[in-house]
Each structure stands twice: as structure tokens, then as C-alpha cells.
């Protein structure tokens, strides 16, 4: 069974859970959000080639904890100018409270819309070279674990960027309220793949963020931006 069966799973017995929670449902939490930003970087690569991003979407959140979201923003080739489009995340999962501990068990699926493959930084000169369009898209699990201020994550793909090479992502941090109205957030993230060229697979990135209200600037990068994957310089983003 690949990650995107266990994907539609998920969703299909979240919406059951949810089609036969009886009234519970009248609680339930539907949000919607939409966002300007200088930039869109992913686990420290951008996904705009340094321009622009425009992003929506919505989410669900039941009772019970079980969450279904979508978001959509605008992505664009570091390589081709010409080759813009967006990606699209669709997320399913549900959290379980231990005590002080949340635990959270989930699945993500990463569509990229566009003419041509795309060609994130990480895959420069590497192993990334679908055939078709939307080969890049793919699907990841996770499972997460968050306890007062400090949180990890572990995804995990059987198919990374549509390159046929499985993939880890492992990312730990923590969430400071400094006030009442400003969030420092900071985290570090490790990739370990067989599709990521030179580097024995294993990549870091990291970003801090600092929100107040509706408003954030972040920086972020990779820790290692040898044979052009990255800007040596960070990269800073304000929305």
C-alpha cells in the first residue's frame, strides 16, 4: 500500500467519523485563511524563485480532533522563468491528548499544477527528472509529537517529488509566546533521501519566525547550499 492509499484512507474515515458524529458536528471549527508573502519557502528551498506568493485555504476541525485541510499557492521554476503554476496540499489527520502530550498521526498530499515538471532547488543536477507534467506530485505521512512549547514532526514518502525514491523529513522546534500578541517560532529539519544528489542524502534546513497579530517575517535556508541549490544569503519573508 503506497502513501497516497493511505492518504484517501484517512480522509475517508475522517468524513465517516464526521457523517456519523451525531451532534457533535454543530461544534466543529471551519477556518479560512489567505496570505501575501515576499516568498514561499518550503524546508528551506523556495518555491517562487525568490518572488512573490499568493496563498488560500481552508481547513476543518472536529470535536473529536480530526482535521481535513486544503491550500493552494502559486509556485514558479528557479530554472524557467516560464514555467509557473501552483501547488496544492491536502491534509487529513487527527491529534490524541496523553496527558501533557498531543500525538499526531496524519497524511499530506503535495499536487503540483503546472506545463512542465518541477525542478525544486534540491534537485538541482540530481535525481529528480520526471517525464511528464505533475510527476512531482506525492504524498507523505506523519506522525508528530508536541508537548508546551516544543514540538517534532517525522514525514515520510515512498515516492519523493514523483522520483521513485523513498524519503525522510524529520523536523523539531519550538513555539515561544514572547507576549501575549508576539510568537517566536524556530525549528531545524533534516531530509534523508536517495533522491537528494552529493550529500550521502541528507539535507538541513532551518527558519525562525517571528508573528505579531496577522503579520510575520521569517528567515530561512538550507544549512548547506553548495552546487547552486541555494542562495548563500537567507532568505527573508514578509506576510
Not at 528551506?44 to 481552508?58: C, K, Q
Not at 506530485?137 to 515516492?159: C, N, P, Q, T
Not at 541528507?202 to 505579531?212: A, E, F, N, P, S
Amino acid at each position: 500500500m503506497g502513501v497516497i492509499d493511505v492518504l484517501k484512507i484517512t480522509i475517508s474515515v475522517l468524513l465517516f467519523t464526521v457523517g456519523f458524529s451525531g451532534t457533535d458536528s454543530v461544534y466543529a471549527d471551519t477556518t479560512a485563511n489567505f496570505g501575501v508573502a515576499s516568498n514561499y519557502v518550503w524546508r528551506g528551498v523556495t518555491m517562487t524563485n525568490d518572488r512573490p506568493a499568493v496563498s488560500g485555504g481552508i481547513d476543518y476541525l472536529h470535536p473529536k480532533q480530526h482535521y481535513i485541510g486544503f491550500w493552494l499557492s502559486n509556485i514558479e521554476d528557479r530554472e524557467d522563468d516560464n514555467n509557473e503554476g501552483s501547488k496544492i496540499d491536502i491534509s487529513a489527520g487527527t491529534h490524541i491528548t496523553l496527558g501533557d502530550y498531543d500525538i499526531e498521526f496524519g497524511a499530506i498530499h503535495y499536487y503540483f499544477n503546472r506545463g512542465n515538471h518541477f525542478n525544486p532547488s534540491l534537485a538541482q543536477n540530481g535525481k529528480l527528472e520526471p517525464d511528464s507534467a505533475n510527476d512531482n506530485s506525492f504524498s507523505e505521512i506523519l506522525m508528530g509529537l508536541k508537548r508546551g512549547i516544543f514540538a517534532a514532526r517525522s514525514y515520510y514518502s515512498d515516492d519523493y517529488y514523483g522520483s521513485g525514491y523513498s524519503s525522510h523529513y524529520w523536523q523539531a522546534g519550538v513555539n515561544y509566546p514572547i507576549r501575549e500578541d508576539i510568537v517566536l517560532e524556530a525549528y531545524y529539519g533534516l531530509t534523508d533521501s536517495e533522491a537528494v544528489p552529493d550529500h550521502a542524502g541528507m539535507v538541513g534546513d532551518y527558519l525562525v519566525t517571528l508573528t505579531k497579530g496577522e503579520f510575520s517575517i521569517s528567515w530561512a535556508n538550507l544549512d548547506d547550499h553548495e552546487d547552486g541549490r541555494q542562495s548563500e544569503n537567507f532568505r527573508l519573508t514578509v506576510s
